[in-house]
């Protein structure tokens, strides 16, 4: 009797609170065989026909035949074989989309194709950032032969696809130059002060942070620590010990029947949360995101735990676990960490995620009406700067919050690989409002950035497709750079001015 209690508890609830609409087209886990194979038919398809036919493929009729991608089962015993069983037909399918939308960049379509025929068939299809960041020789061998035959990147050497989550040299820039190592210099002279200027360290920051100051950096710029450098340390103290007496107090509270259905959608969600990466996958770092998560869901009642929420911990994570670690993090046993280090790294991450959530908690209370608003922020100032593309989407019906909702919910972390995240938000963190504010003329940005490939495509499917699954697996500091730049264009000419984008 206790047994189908608990099966029947594990069931999925429609009743949760603080649910959200499932994620569609997610990068990770990998494309899902079914979703492969209903794209790839549409698509030989699509082109024969007619056009009044197209106004049939609604949103709701694609959202009926599409699987959530993260939806990778609610049971504990479900694991993810049946993402790595694709037969050649199908692996061979989703090769030749993902060379098709790597090559619309700058690669003409017979070069892409000679690549993929030329390719090993021993190689192994990387089909998301998080997979291409765990492939190990020979088969990341195979896949970076294979794209430089496409030469997408003939001005600069590609980057490895096998790339270190915090390496800020992803953009095969050398090691350390000597524009760098002042920059570093500069850091350490700020945060060794009596006070740190906090506003020449956001000045500092906005262009990157060093890997070997950002720990400490992120603390300062999110007000978790002081600017006077006698009382951090007390701080750090106290606020750790804070953060576990709230363990204490309140964690046993999620067997009780009130808080069973956030636990659960926590318990959900944390092997969703990089499910590719094995830093992520191991027991004791999802048991340290439970704990994060659950103690911060039942100390804002208002909001609670919401799906999306389980993202935004990750980079705090990294970032701080770096701290101590000198090899490559997404393989890191922390299990040969002390006690006392895993303890720091949890609760810096709890606080520093919880004064980011301060500031967009409007995002996800009922009804998430900050999201909305931002969505609509979002089309009205695109209509402004790229009218043609506004229009395309209103021509085949796409709405933007079908696309810009997950952009908004978690801050482009599924859009971008995990070394971009961090990146990006060492400019957040030195912006003014950065994660509620700069990051609509980010998204809008990133929009555009893809103007070509967007009204390339010519039906309601393949423009959710593109967007939902944009070919940024190659990204590093120099492309997050140029999108920043932009986005700040687009701050400095329409946030004071907010007439300039409605009509």
């Not at 710029?221 to 363990?247: H, M, V």
């Not at 869901?297 to 919401?306: E, K, M, N, W």
């Not at 960490?337 to 908690?361: H, N, P, T, Y």
């Not at 490939?453 to 990204?475: A, K, R, S, V, Y």
Request: aromatic fraction near 10%.
């Amino acid at each position: 009797m206790a047994a189908e209690s608990s099966k029947q508890f594990w069931k999925r609830s429609a009743k949760l609170p603080g649910s959200i609409q499932p994620v569609y087209g997610a990068q990770h886990p990998p494309l899902d065989p079914r979703l492969t194979k209903n794209f790839i038919k549409e698509r030989s398809k699509g082109n024969a026909l007619p056009l009044k036919n197209k106004k049939a493929s609604s949103f709701h009729e694609f959202a009926r035949n599409t699987s959530d991608a993260w939806d990778i089962g609610d049971d504990e015993d479900e694991d993810f074989s049946s993402f790595q069983t694709l037969n050649s037909k199908v692996a061979k399918a989703t090769a030749a989309q993902v060379l098709e939308n790597h090559s619309k960049l700058r690669v003409k379509p017979e070069r892409a194709q000679s690549a993929l025929s030329e390719m090993p068939t021993n190689c192994k299809v990387i089909k998301s950032s998080s997979e291409a960041q765990l492939s190990r020789p020979p088969e990341d061998a195979c896949v970076r032969n294979a794209l430089h035959k496409q030469q997408s990147l003939p001005l600069r050497p590609i980057i490895p696809l096998v790339a270190r989550i915090s390496d800020q040299n992803a953009s095969g820039a050398p090691p350390m130059t000597v524009r760098e190592k002042t920059r570093l210099e500069k850091f350490r002279q700020l945060l060794s002060s009596h006070n740190t200027d906090l506003d020449e360290l956001r000045k500092c920051s906005w262009p990157g942070v060093p890997r070997e100051v950002r720990p400490v950096t992120w603390r300062l710029l999110s007000g978790y620590l002081p600017a006077n450098k006698e009382r951090r340390k007390l701080t750090l103290q106290r606020k750790r010990e804070e953060y576990f007496g709230f363990i204490e107090q309140y964690y046993d509270s999620r067997n009780e029947e009130h808080h069973q259905d956030t636990y659960r959608q926590i318990h959900i969600d944390i092997p969703r949360t990089n499910p590719l990466i094995p830093l992520f996958q191991q027991p004791l770092v999802q048991e340290i995101f439970e704990r994060i998560l659950f103690i911060w869901a039942i100390r804002h009642p208002a909001s609670g735990y919401v799906q999306g929420i389980n993202d935004l911990v990750t980079p705090f994570f990294v970032v701080f676990l770096s701290e101590h670690v000198e090899e490559d993090v997404e393989n890191f046993d922390v299990t040969t960490l002390s006690q006392d280090v895993l303890r720091s790294i949890e609760a810096d991450s709890f606080w520093c995620m919880s004064k980011l959530l301060d500031g967009i908690q409007d995002n996800y209370t009922f009804a998430q009406p900050g999201i909305q608003k931002k969505v609509k922020a979002l089309e009205e100032l695109v209509s402004r700067i790229d009218e043609q593309v506004h229009n395309h989407f209103r021509k085949y019906e796409v709405e933007y919050l079908q696309f810009a909702f997950r952009w908004m919910n978690n801050l482009l972390m599924r859009e971008l690989p995990l070394r971009c995240t961090i990146r990006l938000w060492d400019t957040y963190q030195s912006e003014p409002e950065g994660f509620s504010h700069f990051h609509l003329y980010v998204c809008a940005a990133f929009l555009i950035k893809w103007r070509k490939e967007i009204l390339d495509e010519e039906d309601f499917q393949g423009l959710l497709m593109l967007l939902q699954n944009l070919p940024t697996i190659h990204w590093g500091n120099e492309e997050i750079g140029l999108l920043l730049a932009e986005a700040y264009r687009l701050k400095y000419m329409f946030a004071d001015a907010p007439n300039h984008y409605r009509r």
